[in-house]
Antibody
Framework: QITLKESGPTLVKPTQTLTLTCTFS??????????VGWIRQPPGKALEWLAL???????RYSPSLKNRLTITKDTSKNQVVLTMTNMDPVDTATYYC?????????????????WGKGTTVTVSS | DIQMTQSPSSLSASVGDRVNMTCRTS??????LNWYQQKPGKAPKVLIY???SLQSGVPSRFSGSGSGTDFTLTISNLQPEDFAPYYC?????????FGQGTKLEIK
């Protein structure tokens, strides 16, 4: 059974760096075709895709946030870490991580078939 | 970025109804389209992947169709647990954008 859990601070101040950890079980991030993605959702708004990392360390970022995001994996710890610099109140959201499956093992096509419950982050001074 | 337009933004229906909701993309994405359901306070759940493939464990009353730029999610015989927002997402190119959602409400 695949499970994922997000962890990190619930409150950060403007200009600070946010570090979120996704700890997972039930799969290995060294398995071909597997990845972990991050998605966020501001209160009452739609989902926004942020970043993903694949088994082969291929990393994809949202271009609008690319200069603020870094995604890394620790396969031995079954963790993926997302850092976001220079936080602003507009970054207040629930942040989700999800298991990504790329059935073709290459290219862009994938879907997110198991999600964590999400962690709420508020940016305020 | 590929723009995703879902319509309608909200939809009222009754238990037992059949409903369609659409997702239009700003450029062709082949069948690189997924549909998610999100119940209040919960994480999204994938229903349909690759435009028309039903995710394991999802009831067969959910179906997807389309390719290129126009896609449809159909729910037949609506059940009380189906009333929720639905999002489409493209995985053709980064950023892998979501639509703004269609909120399915009880009439």
């Amino acid at each position: 059974q695949i499970t994922l859990k997000e962890s990190g601070p619930t409150l950060v101040k403007p200009t600070q760096t946010l570090t979120l950890t996704c700890t997972f079980s039930g799969f290995s991030l060294s398995t071909r075709g597997v990845g972990v993605g991050w998605i966020r959702q501001p209160p009452g708004k739609a989902l926004e895709w942020l970043a993903l990392i694949y088994w082969d360390d291929d990393k994809r970022y949202s271009p609008s946030l690319k200069n603020r995001l870094t995604i890394t994996k620790d396969t031995s710890k079954n963790q993926v870490v997302l850092t976001m610099t220079n936080m602003d109140p507009v970054d207040t959201a629930t942040y989700y991580c999800a298991h990504v499956w790329n059935p073709m093992y290459e290219g862009d096509y994938h879907y997110m078939d198991v999600w964590g419950k999400g962690t709420t982050v508020t940016v305020s001074s | 970025d590929i723009q995703m337009t879902q319509s309608p933004s909200s939809l009222s229906a009754s238990v037992g109804d059949r409903v369609n909701m659409t997702c239009r993309t700003s450029q062709s994405i082949s069948n690189y389209l997924n549909w998610y359901q999100q119940k209040p306070g919960k994480a999204p759940k994938v229903l349909i992947y690759a435009a028309s493939s039903l995710q394991s464990g999802v009831p067969s009353r959910f179906s997807g169709s389309g390719s290129g730029t126009d896609f449809t999610l159909t729910i037949s015989n609506l059940q009380p647990e189906d009333f929720a927002p639905y999002y489409c997402q493209q995985s053709y190119s980064t950023p892998y954008t979501f639509g703004q959602g269609t909120k399915l409400e009880i009439k």
